[in-house]
């Protein structure tokens, strides 16, 4: 069975730019969320969702970040504009809340904003 | 917040070594995690620890649920060299509707050959 499953893996952009981040949860799974890792400041979750609505966003930085899942197999993370502060490595994870409490995790998006 | 305090913060051990790393809250958490992270990929979980007290282990690796429900530890025995990477604790508090994971800084780990 196929994993968390993100897009793109690399990404680099120029600052003011608009910057989509994908992600597929696993089948089944009914809470998906979106973390962003830095040295400075480790896996920092941004906003999670269960059954596709948006239960906790405290952790978006600002009104430049946004994240939408239209349906329970696909959710982006956007950020417009991009700034340089903004690179990091972006994870979605998800997880089968109610039956596990174990998150699964994607293989990140490194986004490099110049 | 809630903060996870995991140490060492890294540590260089000698292949065949053991290694133990832990985890320690202010909070009292309902699930403790451990995950691995290799260098360009994303964390993978090793093991999950659901009971204060409990003892899991995974192959060569063993970790344990506080009894108090405020820290848990990993050790690895024996260790060779794809052991390294860096090790994440996590902890979660479930309650109506949480189910966040509270991350450690994380535990590099250097095995030498």
């Known amino acids: 069975d196929a994993g968390v499953i993100q897009s793109p893996r690399h990404e680099v952009t120029e600052m003011g730019q608009e910057v989509t981040l994908r992600c597929k949860p696993i089948?089944?799974?009914?809470?998906l969320f979106w973390y962003r890792q830095t040295m400075m400041r480790g896996l920092e979750l941004l906003i999670y969702f269960n059954n596709n609505v948006p239960i906790d966003d405290s952790g978006m930085p600002e009104d430049r970040f946004s994240a939408k899942m239209p349906n329970a197999s696909f959710s982006t993370l956007k950020i417009q504009p991009s700034e340089p502060r903004d690179s990091a490595v972006y994870f979605c994870?998800?997880?089968?809340?109610?039956?596990?409490?174990?998150?699964?995790f994607g293989p990140g998006t490194r986004l490099t904003v110049l | 917040g809630q903060q996870l305090n995991q140490s060492p913060q890294s540590m260089f051990i000698q292949e065949g070594e053991d290694v133990s790393m832990n985890c320690t809250s202010s909070s009292i958490f309902n699930t403790w995690l451990w995950y691995k992270q290799d260098p360009g990929e994303g964390p993978v979980l090793l093991i999950a620890?659901?009971?204060?007290?409990e003892l899991t282990s995974n192959g060569r690796l063993t970790a344990q649920f506080g009894i108090t429900r405020k820290d848990s530890f990993l050790n690895i025995s024996a260790s060779i060299p794809s052991d390294v990477g860096i090790y994440f604790c996590?902890?979660?508090?479930?309650?109506?509707?949480?189910?966040?994971?509270?991350f450690g800084k994380g535990t590099k780990l250097s095995v030498i050959p």
């Open positions: 996590a902890g979660q508090k479930s309650g109506a509707g949480s189910y966040q994971l509270t």
């Open positions: 994870a998800s997880s089968l809340v109610g039956t596990s409490n174990e998150q699964f």
């Open positions: 620890l659901y009971k204060a007290g």
């Open positions: 089948s089944g799974h009914n809470s």
